[in-house]
T-cell receptor, first 114, second 111 residues
Framework: DAGITQSPRHKVTETGTPVTLRCHQT?????MYWYRQDPGHGLRLIHY???????DKGEVSDGYSVSRSKTEDFLLTLESATSSQTSVYFC?????????????FGQGTRLTVV | GQQLNQSPQSMFIQEGEDVSMNCTSS?????WLWYKQDPGEGPVLLIA?????ELTSNGRLTAQFGITRKDSFLNISASIPSDVGIYFC???????????FGKGTLLTVNP
């Protein structure tokens, strides 16, 4: 693993409750991403960050917010969890340069909203 | 938005057979990546391609960056049972480094 830790690894929560997932990296990479993985949809980008306090939306950002107050941490928040947000969430990091845009993934967080 | 069309969706092959999968898009990309995901794990990078026409090998894996920059393929030769998993193509283009993924190819290898 490329120094990426996701926490928690598993979580069950009730509809309407707030949930925060954490991604921590030790690689000092500039970019961090949050994806969700669902059967039949592959990996879909929720939000990404290109620096401290610099974030942008991905293709499925509704219902999610993110924050990046320091290089090593990228938080994903579900303000009011819904059953449609039951999924496996992956964090990824990259440090794009002229010839290097590879992204490395964490082990995932399985979130169940009941 | 940018979309990657990955095919086939799934493959069932016998051990020892060769495998080919590909990704196409209507958009131009600067980088193509191929990942493999084992059950319960995050995707792991297999091959990275940075130049149109580039052909790169990693052991039994070979991948090519299409000359039009709109497609890529991955070949696996002489498959073995541990090749089982989901294979994803991914691509990025432009200055924002957003990585777009295909929907994956589920590979099953029968011993």
């Amino acid at each position: 693993d490329a120094g990426i830790t996701q926490s928690p690894r598993h979580k069950v929560t009730e509809t309407g409750t707030p949930v925060t997932l954490r991604c921590h990296q030790t690689e000092n990479h500039r970019y961090m991403y949050w994806y969700r993985q669902d059967p039949g949809h592959g990996l879909r980008l929720i939000h990404y960050s290109y620096g401290v306090k610099d974030t942008d939306k991905g293709e499925v950002s509704d219902g999610y917010s993110v924050s990046r107050s320091k290089t090593e941490d990228f938080l994903l928040t579900l303000e009011s969890a819904t059953s449609s947000q039951t999924s496996v969430y992956f964090c990824a990091i990259s440090d794009p340069g002229q010839m290097n845009t590879e992204a490395f993934f964490g082990q995932g967080t399985r979130l169940t909203v009941v | 938005g940018q979309q990657l069309n990955q095919s086939p969706q799934s493959m069932f092959i016998q051990e020892g057979e060769d495998v080919s999968m590909n990704c196409t898009s209507s958009s131009i990309f600067n980088t193509w990546l191929w990942y493999k995901q084992d059950p319960g794990e995050g995707p792991v990078l297999l091959i990275a391609l940075y130049k149109a026409g580039e052909l790169t090998s990693n052991g039994r894996l070979t991948a090519q960056f299409g000359i039009t920059r709109k497609d890529s393929f991955l070949n696996i030769s002489a498959s073995i049972p541990s090749d089982v998993g989901i294979y994803f193509c991914a691509a990025t283009g432009g200055s924002n480094y957003k990585l777009t993924f295909g929907k994956g190819t589920l590979l099953t290898v029968n011993p």
